[in-house]
C-alpha cells in the first residue's frame, strides 16, 4: 500500500477506534510509520501504521488525522486481479 491510497474503517477499526472516526466515509493515507511496541514480554514488535485523513459523508474532511494498524483498514482501490 502507498501514499494516497483510499481507505474505510474494517469492522475491526470501527469496535476499536474513537467515536467520531467511526462514521467517517473514507479516509485517504498521508503518511506510512514504521515503529516498534514493546509487548508483554519485554521484546519489540515491529508494526506499520497508517496516519489517515478522514473524510464524511458530504466529503468534508475530519479534524484530525490518525494513526492505524493495517488491520484496522479496508483499502478500497486495489485493483482486481484478472485471468485474462
Known amino acids: 500500500m502507498k501514499v494516497g491510497d483510499l481507505v474505510q474503517l474494517s469492522a475491526y477499526g470501527k469496535k476499536n477506534t474513537y467515536y467520531a472516526f467511526r462514521n467517517a466515509k473514507y479516509g485517504i493515507i498521508l ?4 515503529d516498534s511496541v ?9 508494526v506499520v501504521s497508517y496516519r489517515v485523513r478522514w473524510f464524511d459523508e458530504q466529503g468534508n474532511p ?5 494513526h492505524h494498524q493495517r488491520i484496522m483498514l479496508k ?8 485471468n485474462v
Open 31 to 34: 503518511d506510512i510509520v514504521d
Open 38 to 46: 514493546i509487548t508483554r514480554d519485554d521484546t519489540f514488535k515491529d
Open 62 to 66: 475530519m479534524k484530525r488525522a490518525r
Open 75 to 82: 483499502f478500497l482501490n486495489k485493483k482486481k486481479r484478472s
